[in-house]
């Protein structure tokens, strides 16, 4: 029986390693903390899974979400050539979607009423979303499309915050103020293989039974999180910022991966798979995680899965 592995990493100076090591929140410290440019630790050993979701063509370089319906809240939708602008006027909104794919010429630009503002997107179609262009907000984005999503090498995301998920939420719930995302027998993945960035003290959450990034994922003092389960629950602070995730685990196998760069300065990695019994859930970097911290503290990432495995670096190192 393979027991739950949770990783919550800080830099610490090891007499008998006579190094600056990466180890638990929870240990000690001792002397002052210095900067560190590369941690690399690896915490147990398992077979790497291999390849990708099987990605349909992509998209017309011009191609456009289609048919959006204002289902709650007060939003406008309105196109001028390759360009798709929605203008929020509630502080909530849900927009349902016959198809949301953007081609690579293409781009889609939520105007919102603040940081704080939230447009949930509801793909109501049996293929994946595919973004090969533009995305962008001021505000949160909730993308859901229980068939997947996928973000090509290309595509460009910058928003206030952003939820790509193949999990659901209701009307009723997001606009009653909801950040509780349930599988609902979904089997879709969420894969990242362009640039997502988010504006200062932002978030990404990448939630589905397969989270993938191969890719760039950026968000500048703010949070990273890559999670599968039955049921997953964005915690935000007093600031709006996210500060936590809660996972129950579901009946099915879960994987959590990072083959590329994950960057949260002075912020906050998450990696987090859940499974009942003895399915498995895996949480994998090849990559490079970065939580740097502006401050002696340093940034905080975390592992959590049945199995963890780190061949890749991370880095939550400090200036002093």
């Not at 949930?120 to 001021?138: A, D, E, F, K, T």
């Not at 993308?143 to 090498?153: D, E, M, Q, S, T």
């Not at 780190?310 to 400090?318: A, E």
Request: aromatic share 4%; net charge positive; glycine share 10%.
């Amino acid at each position: 029986m393979k027991s739950s592995l949770n990783r919550i990493f800080k830099v610490i100076w090891s007499k008998v390693q006579m190094a600056w090591v990466a180890v638990s929140e929870a240990a000690t410290a001792h002397g002052k903390q210095q900067s560190m440019t590369r941690i690399a630790r690896t915490i147990t050993t398992v077979a790497m899974l291999s390849g990708g979701a099987a990605i349909a063509a992509p998209p017309a370089p011009n191609q456009l979400p289609t048919g959006g319906q204002v289902a709650a809240g007060i939003a406008a939708i309105g196109t001028n050539g390759n360009t798709m602008t929605v203008t929020q006027i509630s502080d909530r909104a849900a927009i349902n979607w016959n198809t949301f794919d953007i081609g690579s010429q293409a781009a889609v630009n939520f105007v919102q009423p603040s940081a704080n503002a939230v447009a949930l997107n509801r793909v109501n179609s049996p293929n994946p979303s595919q973004i090969y262009g533009q995305l962008s907000s001021n505000g949160q984005v909730y993308l859901i499309n229980a068939a997947g999503v996928y973000f090509a090498p290309g595509a460009q995301v910058n928003v206030g915050g952003i939820v790509a998920t193949t999990m659901q939420m209701s009307d009723a719930a997001f606009m009653a103020g909801s950040t509780t995302f349930e599988r609902n027998g979904a089997t879709g993945k969420v894969i990242n293989e362009g640039s997502i960035q988010t504006r200062l003290n932002g978030y990404i959450a990448m939630l589905a039974p397969e989270v993938r990034n191969s890719g760039l994922l950026l968000a500048q003092s703010g949070t990273v999180a890559m999670a599968g389960g039955e049921s997953i629950t964005l915690n935000f602070g007093i600031s709006s910022k996210l500060e936590s995730i809660t996972v129950t685990a579901g009946q099915l196998d879960t994987l959590v991966e990072n083959r590329t760069a994950i960057k949260a300065p002075n912020g906050l990695v998450i990696l987090s798979a859940r499974a009942a019994n003895q399915l498995a859930a895996s949480v994998i970097n090849s990559g490079t995680i970065e939580a740097k911290g502006a401050s002696q503290q340093g940034g905080r990432i975390l592992l959590e899965g049945s199995t963890v495995t780190n061949t890749g670096t991370l880095d939550v190192s400090s200036p002093h």
